[in-house]
């Protein structure tokens, strides 16, 4: 079993000591949230992997979701966001999940020796809706999904002769027996929760809280909003052991009940919380030594993988959002270096393979900073009729074992982000 509390330590150490550069100014608080309950929800990164074609190990997402009010019944309104790349048709398996172009020879070709064909990206989403009863935990794996049967309570009513059973109050017959009366009460009816469209997958999961009483649904303007909290587990098995990496799901706050266009959600600082104008990432720089191996026995060092994901998506016309993420990185001694990439959909990439394919030289990597932590400063900007904020979180590994954290913020994104829902 690994030792995730040295890990989570020596990530703090990196993290402590980050956070004091640029003389351990206080950035200030952006409106969306990682530790408060919310009415939009987004985990930027999940990941299902069960037979481990792509990854290293099998890898599965466990996913919580929560309603924290204490009286209403509040509706989750999700969607996955499949981010897979497939093999373009002159494969040899056209259609298959790939990470790059020697996961898709050509026909005849032993990989990855090449010549291959194309690996081209993708995005398309699923929908699904979840009631959540007042104050109820849910927990599903990615893979799997939760079927309508195996909520806590899929029915509309309890018996009560036998308060554990579950039953239907419309029907015509008495299904709790005897002189029990199936009595109404909140419930997870009308939910279900799909497995992720592939296996592998990798993507995004993003819930807007909606009125489980409007008609045609709509997001929760009534009272009570903000009542959604959640957080992920990315599990990778190596057996016997288990490593888990665990982050909080990124909450976006409404506001205020205004009018905008029909079905769009718009992160504006006025219906809902904006998103952060900078991101910021206190992290050990990658290929360092682990910082509490006092032998100096660490092998392979420390890495941290980024995932960042648009605030704003178009559903309607799966059209994903789009921005240019702005790197301005500091090491120890405040000397910094910058870089740029694109994100369209999803991006996630080792740190020290954002601006080169060399790890060791690049400005992410203790080889090149010769400072053991740094700090990440990460702007959204483009044109994009989503607009241009992030989202992100962030995972450390240190000698095949990680944990995940959240990223911090700074200031409100000047522009506006919109979901627009079909």
Known sequence: MVNTRRIASAVRAGL????????????ARALTTSDKPASILVWPKIIVDTNSALQSRPTDTIIELGNVNTSSVKQAHCFYINANSHCSEAAAEPGKVCLGPSDCPLPGVTAPTGPNAS???????????????????????????????????????????????????????????GAGVCAVVPSNAGSGVPPTPEDPFVGTLKCIQFDPNSNPPAPDQGSGHN?????????????????????????????NDVESNPGQVQLDGT?????ASTLILNHIF??????????????????????????????????????????LVFNEFEQRLSTSRKVDCFFERQLSLIDTNTSTRSIFSFNVQG???????IRGVGGASTGHGLLGVALTDINGSGVGYNLQQSGNNSGIDIITIP
């Open 286 to 327: 990658d290929n360092a030594p682990d910082p509490l191996d006092s032998e100096g026995a660490s092998s392979t060092g420390v890495t941290t993988d980024l995932t960042l994901v648009p605030c704003g998506d178009d559903f309607l016309r799966q059209d994903p959002g789009n921005a240019t993420a702005q790197y």
């Open 271 to 275: 219906q809902y919380a904006t998103c």
């Open 16 to 27: 402590v000591l980050g956070a004091c550069l640029l003389g351990c100014v206080s950035p």
């Open 119 to 177: 690996c081209v990206p993708g995005w398309s989403e699923i929908d699904f809706d979840v009631k959540i009863t007042p104050e109820q935990p849910l927990q599903w794996r990615a893979s799997t999904g939760l079927a309508r049967k195996d909520f806590p309570l899929p029915d509309a009513g309890l018996c009560t002769n036998h308060p554990d059973q579950s039953c239907n109050p419309s029907s015509s017959v008495n299904t709790c027996g």
């Open 371 to 377: 400072t053991l932590v740094g700090q990440t400063r």
């Open 227 to 255: 009542a959604l909290i959640g957080a992920a587990l990315i599990e990778e098995t190596t057996t016997p052991s288990v490593d888990l990496q665990r982050y909080n799901a990124v909450g976006v706050t409404h506001l």
